[in-house]
């Protein structure tokens, strides 16, 4: 499968806007793992997710088919990043205990990977992909965020961003499948933290390319009067959608 990257030049922006994913979650998967020795993190980004995994396993590895992304991941004790597609990790067979895709899986060759996540686990071991939906702020500010989304960048958006808008349901998932306690995740934005990771989104990526201009700062202005205070904060939800199954034996 050629790997087609649609966020290296945002990279930077990516590391410094993209949501961290909650420690509950992070746990609970911990919990669930018939070890604590090494979790791989497919498709990692900057590692959001591989840094919320360290504190609960002795070794992380972190992959990404993106030199740029991980080029822009900080360091985090137990974390090693590497470069990789989520379909060649490099580790070996039944070495892993735990494997996560964290809003990433849409973008992989999941038969190839599911079979990779299968090679690498232990008996037993757990996978985990998740992805979080459309964030959440009230009753005022959503209807504009949900037209900006469908309507102003609804052709911009790759194909496989239908498999995110489904919470993943869609997805022929090939593992003894087991539920986690529903967790979200919960910020604190000002207006220019919500233009940051707007920017981040592939949609925009694409259609700033295509237009030569940036489609986030009309609509920022546009939420301005709904919104308030530009530096004030507000409680921005995103709804995480995961699904977690084990590797039978």
Sequence with gaps: MTFRDHFSGAAAEYAAFR????????????ESAPGRELAWDAGTGNG???????????????TDASR????????VERVEFRIAPAEASGLSDG??????????????DL???????????????VIAIWSYGLLRIDEHIDPVVHEFYHDTLGRWWPPERALVDSGYSTIDFPFAEFALPTVSIDA???LDALAG?????????????????????????QLTTRWGPRRAAREVRWPLYVRVGRRPG
């Design 68 to 75: 740029s992304q991980i080029a822009a991941a900080p360091a």
């Design 111 to 125: 038969p190839a990977f599911f079979g990779e996540a299968a090679r690498v686990l232990r008996p037993g071991g």
């Design 48 to 62: 959001q997710a591989a840094a919320g995994l360290a504190p609960f396993f002795d070794r992380v590895v972190a």
């Design 19 to 30: 949501p961290r994913y909650p420690a509950e979650l992070f746990a609970a998967l911990a």
């Design 95 to 108: 070495s892993v205990d735990l494997v996560t895709a964290a809003q990433a899986a849409h973008w992989f």
């Design 197 to 221: 990771y707007l920017r981040t989104w592939s949609a925009v990526l694409r259609a700033t390319e295509a237009l030569g201009e940036d489609p986030v700062t009309p609509f920022i202005e």
């Design 188 to 190: 604190q934005l000002t």
